[in-house]
């Protein structure tokens, strides 16, 4: 503003100038005015970018908060950010999965108890003879899931934080008459800071890096699952090796005189397991042992200890192909393998543990064609040596296997179509089987 007056005033005085006025006093009267504008203008700007960079006077008193501007940076993981004034680094991602399926034989129930239609169980399989609807289809986006992680570096150690959830929450089934609606699951959350670990997250005794790469949540029959809160150590042996040992939630589930499952929970001893995990250029390969005591107080207080062991890997083949596989024995493999097909025990007449032999597992190769295309078949059997006193109706192996194309057009996207044939026998020698066909589509974020 004070540089447009000036120059309103120096063509003013222009303009009344007297006429007879020499030309090279004109000319050097506004020389100077010009001097002069441009030396306001300058002190102008001056003012102006004190004011934008929120400059205040030493003697004015600051009434109000004054605002760091902290830019977000990059984490120190992939994917992170780091939040601002913090050493923390923050990630989340997930995915959205679509699976259509189609079952030759449903396993029946609404919603709420055809899990089995959704997802291969071994235990859900139907039997010959069984009332069962034919050519079943099925919707669902249950798998899709959230995660959302964290790291910070301490002095005792990097300090990590992880939470997932997804939606087969079996409480709250939801229906497929309107809405579809099923309510979140808690799948992990723990923290760890260095070697420790406490929370809920996949047992010790199972091998993640081993699991093939299907489309069916489920499968393949053989595998050990199962996540569970626990306490954790892990042991760093050397660059390629490392020891753990856990004590983990223990649940104890029977097969009593009618052939019929029962959860006494009456658990007074944690699954305690240790594992060593071998780190090589051509892949990595487990060993992990378990011991469990198996408790029932719901007749005569009765228990008992078993063992498990289970080897299982992945190892490079030829080119980016691999080989996994996971083998498992034990009298108390029980709810860790195989969906928990069979139970960790049974009651006798008396009412007391008796413990039985179960061995299984599976092997699977993934074959790439193309840089976004590739297929994984895999085979897994389990198989149960159960006692003599037990219903004849109790399951006493079963068996699948899958094959599937999946194609990756993008890193953020999976489209894939999986065949599975899975099959199932009682101990009385009746036995059936499942076509499956699946398609499902995956999108990351």
């Known amino acids: 503003m004070l540089y447009k007056i000036a120059l309103f005033f120096t063509i003013s005085s222009i303009i009344v100038a007297p006429a007879h006025a020499a ?5 050097k009267t506004v020389e100077d005015l010009r001097s002069q504008v441009e030396m306001l203008t300058t002190r102008l700007l001056q003012l102006e970018n004190k004011l934008n960079n929120k400059e205040i006077p030493p003697n004015q008193v600051q009434t109000e908060p004054q605002i760091t501007n902290k830019k977000v940076a990059v984490g120190d993981t ?8 913090t050493d923390t680094s923050l990630a989340i991602g997930g995915y959205v999965k679509l ?3 189609y079952n030759s034989q449903s396993v029946g129930g609404d919603a709420g108890s055809n899990l089995g239609d959704q997802i291969l169980q071994p ?3 139907p039997i010959n003879g069984d009332d069962k609807e034919e050519d079943q289809i099925t919707f669902h986006a249950r798998q899709s899931r959230f995660w959302l992680k964290s790291f910070t570096p301490t002095d005792w150690g990097d300090l990590n934080t992880y939470l997932e959830m997804d939606f087969f929450a079996f409480q709250s089934p939801g229906n497929e008459r309107v809405s579809n609606s099923y309510s979140p699951r808690l799948r992990h959350a723990f923290g760890s800071l260095g070697p420790f670990l406490a929370g809920q997250t996949w047992t010790t005794f199972m091998n993640v890096k081993a699991l093939p790469e299907l489309n069916d949540f489920g499968g393949p029959v053989g595998r050990i699952f199962a996540r569970q809160p626990q306490i954790r150590w892990t042991q760093q042996l050397n660059a390629d090796s ?3 040992f856990s004590i983990e939630s223990p649940e104890t589930t029977l097969t009593n005189n009618l052939g019929n499952r029962e959860t006494p929970d009456d658990d007074q001893y944690p699954d305690m397991i240790t594992r060593l995990n071998i780190y090589r250029p051509w892949g990595t390969v487990s060993l992990a042992g378990m011991l469990r005591n198996i408790q029932s107080n719901a007749q005569i ?3 008992a200890f078993g063992g498990a062991v289970s080897l299982a890997g992945r190892v490079k083949t030829y080119e980016r192909d691999d080989l996994r596989f996971m083998l498992n024995y034990g009298n108390v493999l029980g709810r860790y393998a195989s969906s928990n097909l069979f139970n960790d025990g049974a009651i006798t007449p008396e009412g007391k543990i008796k413990l039985f032999d179960q061995y299984g597992g599976f092997v699977a190769y993934r074959h790439w064609w193309h840089d976004n295309w590739r297929s994984t078949f895999a085979y897994g059997l389990s198989y149960a040596d159960n006692v003599d006193f037990v219903p004849t109706t109790v399951s006493q192996w079963a068996q699948s296997a ?3 194309l999946l ?3 993008l890193i953020q996207t999976t489209f894939g179509l999986e065949y599975t044939y899975a099959s199932r026998a009682l101990e009385n020698n009746d036995s059936g089987h499942i076509h499956r066909v699946q398609f499902s589509s995956v999108f990351y974020f």
Request: glycine share 10%.
């Open 23 to 27: 030309e090279e006093d004109l000319h």
């Open 78 to 85: 992939k994917g992170s950010i780091k939040i601002p004034g």
């Open 99 to 101: 699976d259509a399926i």
């Open 123 to 125: 235990g859900s399989i």
């Open 242 to 244: 490392d020891w753990m």
């Open 301 to 303: 207080n009765s228990d």
């Open 402 to 404: 899958q094959l599937n």
């Open 407 to 409: 194609w990756s057009p």
